[in-house]
């Protein structure tokens, strides 16, 4: 990775920032006529890559750094470079990885932008399809290069006297970093479930809808109609997949075990219950329509949920039991109910958020809190529309400061770490490069470079 910049980004990801650039990139090539900087292995960078990338980095730093064409390019190849050789090593990528990594990256753009809806137009996408089809690509080019690194760096660690000589020699020359002020959170969630006769319900209206169109209704229209999928305004609930399309599991299980023209029974999602039939085969595709339906959540129920929680609250602040304890006993959400309720970073995938790079609607519950403070019970609503009510406990809180090696030694001990993994990818990358095909553009030949990625021209 770039040292000078990554010292002055401080918690920007860089990896994250490609991540994000590439969305926008890879997108916009169809617009214009695009030349190729540099081809590493079977990879390649176009020149259009460097100043969508440059300025995604920009925007992420907030304009505090800004880095020339022939350093984007270096880190461009790293990235390249990497992936090559996660394929030559064999790394395997599951589908459920990147299906996990999707999910994930939209609910983030989701967040970021307010909607789906606003992230794909954001970003140049025709649908939401096609954005979920684009960050499957990227992010299974991400997890390649973040295995291989893995890989090269599995054997590597520090001891607290490497760690010492390491803050100490930031000290000597006056580059101790600044810590941002930062929190940890906990919650505790209580879902709002629909009851098993609204569940039934929408079972039977699936079922009747589906004997319906098999007397001769037409799908399309039953879907516009019926379907609570927003993209059935687009194309009538029809995709286009195949078993390496980033769909729920339901879905791709049950159109690949459909015939041509069958409609299948009513089959449960994260998102509710769907009912599919399969239109056309061609070769590994499918195409496909479904109509999804959502059982709802009564008024009755959501206010019975509100209680239940606040309940709970009230208990944690008599002293009745701690805050881990009822997320044990009591939280519904899967990912934070086994680790005491932590909320992880979506950002940096770590336990800390910085206090001015939280989401905004985050810091509004939490800004005012001081440690160990509950903020006030609230409603929320996942993107597969489940209704739940939240609380969360202001864990710890950190006022920003300059790095000190016993309040900050975990945060050192993790500087130090990547600087001796940085060191060994460097090694590992100057042996690659003299076994790898390269070719730069004649524009970029002039690049002065930290490796020798001019190696062709000797």
Not at 99 to 104: F, H, S, T
Request: net charge negative; charged share 35%.
């Amino acid at each position: 990775m770039m040292q000078l910049k990554t010292r002055t980004l401080k918690n920007i990801s860089i990896a994250f920032t490609l991540f994000l650039a590439s969305l926008t990139t890879l997108n916009a090539q169809g617009t214009k006529i695009d030349g190729v900087a540099v081809v590493v292995g079977k990879n390649i960078v176009l020149d259009s890559d460097i100043d969508k990338f440059k300025q995604e980095v920009e925007l992420r730093s907030e304009g505090k750094v800004k880095i020339s064409d022939c350093e984007m390019l270096e880190e461009l190849m790293q990235q390249k470079l990497l992936a090559h050789h996660a394929v030559i090593d064999s790394v395997t990528v599951s589908q459920s990885e990147i299906d996990n990594k999707v999910d994930r990256s939209v609910a983030f753009f989701t967040q970021e932008y307010g909607s789906e809806e606003k992230a794909v137009a954001a970003y140049g996408f025709n649908d939401v399809e096609d954005f979920k089809k684009e960050l499957g690509r990227v992010q299974k080019e991400n997890i390649l290069i973040q295995k291989e690194q893995q890989k090269i760096t599995e054997n590597i660690d520090v001891t607290p006297e490497e760690i010492r000589i390491y803050f100490k020699g930031l000290e000597d020359k006056g580059e101790l970093p600044e810590i941002p002020a930062e929190v940890q959170l906990q919650q505790l969630v209580i879902k709002a479930e629909p009851t098993e006769e609204e569940k039934e319900r929408v079972i039977n209206k699936l079922k009747e809808i589906k004997k319906e169109i098999e007397n001769g209704a037409s799908f399309k229209l039953k879907a516009i109609i019926n379907s609570e999928d927003p993209g059935v305004a687009q194309n009538g609930g029809k995709y286009v997949i195949t078993k390496d399309s980033p769909f729920i599991k339901e879905f791709k299980e049950t159109a690949f075990s459909l015939d041509v023209n069958q409609i299948s029974e009513p089959i449960k999602s994260a998102f509710g219950y769907h009912i599919l039939q399969l239109h056309k085969i061609k070769g590994n595709q499918r195409e496909v329509s479904h109509i999804l339906m959502q059982p709802e959540v009564s008024e009755e129920k959501l206010n019975e949920t509100k209680e239940q929680i606040e309940k709970i609250v009230a208990d944690i602040k008599e002293g009745k039991i701690t805050f881990e304890e009822a997320v044990k006993k009591y939280s519904e959400d899967e990912e934070t109910k086994n680790s005491a309720g932590i909320i992880m970073n979506p950002y940096t995938q770590e336990p800390t958020f910085e206090l001015t790079r939280m989401p905004p609607d985050l810091f509004a519950r939490i800004s005012e809190l001081k440690q160990g403070e509950l903020c006030d019970v609230y409603y929320d609503e996942t993107r597969e529309g489940e209704k739940m009510y939240k609380v969360i406990l202001l864990k710890e809180k950190t006022d920003t400061h300059k790095a000190d090696l016993v309040e900050d030694y975990v945060r050192m001990q993790q500087f130090a770490l990547a600087k001796k993994k940085e060191e060994e990818i460097t090694k590992w990358t100057k042996e690659k490069i003299q076994e790898t095909y390269l070719k730069l553009s004649n524009d970029y030949k002039k690049c002065t470079f930290k490796k020798d990625w001019k190696k062709e021209n000797k």
